[in-house]
């Protein structure tokens, strides 16, 4: 059983930057595939990026358009969501996701265990 726990989420300005955490306990987290979704209110929880578990490959969302890196930490079992120039619409709870030995996934049921989800609140 994987555990995931979110930080790093908060109230920040349009264009400024955060940089999401999750860290991971319960498994061999480099045999994970990650990835990180969001649900706005009112709306379904969507896909943001995604990190292979091997091969270094990572993958986004169209609206990430570029401003978004993700990036894990196989030592401390931990995966990064950096983002920069925010905005508005970029105001949601934001989750990461493990799918064990996972190709590219981007669909909820894809992944088989989930964060409890940090707030990202943009100001514009």
């Known amino acids: 059983q994987v555990q995931l726990v979110e930080s790093g989420g908060g109230l920040v300005q349009a264009g400024g930057s955060l940089r999401l955490s999750c860290a991971a306990s319960?498994?061999?987290?480099?045999?994970?595939?990650m990835g990180w979704f969001r649900q706005a209110p009112g709306k379904e929880r969507e896909f943001v990026a995604g990190?292979?578990?091997?091969?270094?490959?990572?993958y986004y969302a169209d609206f990430v358009n570029g401003r978004f890196t993700i990036s894990r930490d196989n030592v401390k079992n931990t995966v990064y969501l950096q983002m920069n120039s925010l905005k508005p619409e970029d105001t949601a709870v934001y989750y990461c996701?493990?799918?064990?030995?996972?190709?590219?996934?981007?669909?909820?049921?894809?992944?088989?265990?989930w964060g409890q989800g940090t707030q990202v609140t943009v100001s514009s």
């Open positions: 996701a493990a799918n064990y030995l996972g190709g590219r996934r981007t669909l909820q049921n894809e992944y088989d265990y």
């Open positions: 990190s292979m578990w091997t091969g270094g490959i990572t």
């Open positions: 319960g498994g061999t987290f480099g045999r994970y595939s």
